[in-house]
């Protein structure tokens, strides 16, 4: 398609037991072992952005997706330095289950082939589709469940209220609130209200537009 390179990368539910991933690629021996000893990828501005897109992106286009970082730009001279350029990266990700992208890149001194983005994409789509097939990755069974109650506290407590503003919103005792979320925190085994609200958001038991639209 007019690409130097590529590489597919797709993970399971992070904290499984069972936890299963997949990495396919080709690219240059000098930004693999950089890239891999240095263990970048949790630095890796692409694969944050592939986390906050809805469609392929060109990584030209990453500072609109994600706010970059000193250390971003960076990182992306020394993959250009290591003879990674420019790509075009199509995310999967499902909250609670996995993530995985995969990328399209050119050389220094080549540019993206425009023309060929929607095949790009459909590609891969495909190419993922297939690696969650191959990993033999499964919804997970073993998801902690909440009341209802248990839930709208979490919620209300994401949108930043109190345990007392939380007891007059839904018509319940302050204490019983804290009970709600307290035994909330014991099922998904932590011990701070903000782990909590990661794990209910990533398991999707409430959701980022259920925040943000109150907010609005």
Same mark, same amino acid.
């Given at each position: 398609?007019?690409?130097d390179?590529?590489?597919?990368?797709?993970? @399971?539910?992070?904290?499984? *037991?069972?936890?299963r991933? /997949?990495?396919?690629?080709? !690219?240059p021996?000098?930004?693999a072992e950089? !890239?891999?000893?240095?263990?970048?990828?949790?630095?890796d501005?692409?694969r944050?952005?592939?986390?906050?897109?809805?469609?392929?992106?060109?990584?030209?286009?990453?500072?609109?997706i994600? =706010?970059? &970082? *000193?250390?971003? $730009?960076?990182?992306?001279?020394?993959?250009?330095?290591?003879g990674?350029?420019?790509? !075009? &990266?199509?995310?999967?990700?499902? =909250?609670?289950?996995? +993530?995985?992208?995969?990328?399209?890149? %050119?050389?220094?001194?080549?540019r /993206?082939?425009?023309?060929?983005?929607g095949?790009?994409?459909l590609?891969?789509?495909?190419?993922? &589709? &297939?690696?969650?097939?191959?990993?033999?990755?499964?919804?997970?069974s073993?998801? =902690?469940?909440?009341?209802?109650?248990?839930?709208?506290? %979490?919620? $209300? +407590?994401?949108?930043? #209220?109190?345990a007392?503003?939380?007891?007059?919103? /839904?018509g319940? #005792?302050? @204490?019983?609130?804290?009970?709600?979320? #307290?035994?909330?925190?014991?099922? !998904?085994?932590?011990?701070?209200?903000?782990?909590?609200?990661l794990?209910v958001?990533?398991?999707?038991l409430?959701?980022?537009?259920?925040?943000?639209? $109150? $907010?609005?």
């Open positions: 398609m007019g690409y390179h590529f590489a597919l990368t797709y993970d @399971d539910r992070p904290g499984h *037991a069972d936890r991933s /997949l990495l396919i690629h080709d !690219y021996d000098e930004w950089v !890239y891999t000893g240095f263990s970048l990828s949790r630095a501005p692409i944050r952005g592939a986390e906050c897109s809805f469609t392929g992106f060109a990584w030209q286009r990453i500072g609109d994600i =706010p970059l &970082t *000193a250390s971003d $730009w960076r990182m992306l001279a020394v993959g250009r330095d290591n990674i350029d420019d790509g !075009y &990266t199509v995310p999967r990700h499902l =909250p609670g289950e996995a +993530s995985g992208s995969c990328s399209f890149v %050119v050389r220094p001194g080549r /993206l082939p425009h023309h060929m983005l095949a790009t994409e590609v891969g789509a495909l190419a993922l &589709t &297939t690696a969650r097939r191959i990993a033999g990755i499964r919804p997970p073993d998801r =902690p469940v909440l009341t209802d109650r248990q839930c709208e506290c %979490v919620l $209300w +407590s994401a949108r930043g #209220k109190t007392e503003e939380i007891a007059g919103i /839904l319940i #005792k302050p @204490d019983t609130v804290v009970q709600h979320l #307290k035994a909330a925190r014991e099922r !998904y085994d932590v011990h701070s209200r903000s782990s909590l609200i794990c958001l990533f398991d999707g409430i959701s980022f537009g259920d925040i943000f639209r $109150w $907010w609005r």
